[in-house]
């Protein structure tokens, strides 16, 4: 098992920034990726960011050149930097560890985090 905890999320201005973490335990020898989603009230739960365990990321269009996805191996921390937010960014956040098991990708995931952009 891995057990994921976030921390990092609250309320922001729009334009502001917030930098979530997101610390891995457990079996993390299997985590082939992580990465983070986000669920807004009365929408699906959405891709933001995913960084592999090479280090190649991936970004939702709408995060492009605002949001960062990184780690740190030696914490087994995966961040997200989020700046120069919109008040469509708002949502709960959620960390996430892929692993494979039977050739079938399975998810992690950690508790949420809510992230508010409000003036």
């Known amino acids: 098992q891995v057990q994921l905890v976030e921390s990092g999320g609250g309320l922001v201005q729009p334009g502001g920034s917030l930098r979530l973490s997101c610390a891995a335990s457990?079996?993390?020898?299997?985590?082939?990726?992580m990465g983070w989603y986000r669920q807004a009230p009365g929408q699906e739960r959405e891709l933001v960011a995913t960084?592999?365990?090479?280090?190649?990321?991936n970004y939702a269009d709408s995060v492009k050149r605002r949001f960062t996805i990184s780690r740190d191996s030696a914490k087994n921390t995966v961040y997200l930097q989020m700046n120069s937010l919109k008040p469509e960014d708002a949502a709960v956040y959620y960390c996430s560890a892929e692993f494979w098991r039977g050739g079938l990708r399975n998810y992690h995931w950690g508790q949420g985090t809510q992230v508010t952009v409000s003036s």
């Open positions: 960084i592999t365990t090479g280090g190649s990321t």
């Open positions: 457990g079996s993390i020898f299997s985590i082939s990726a």
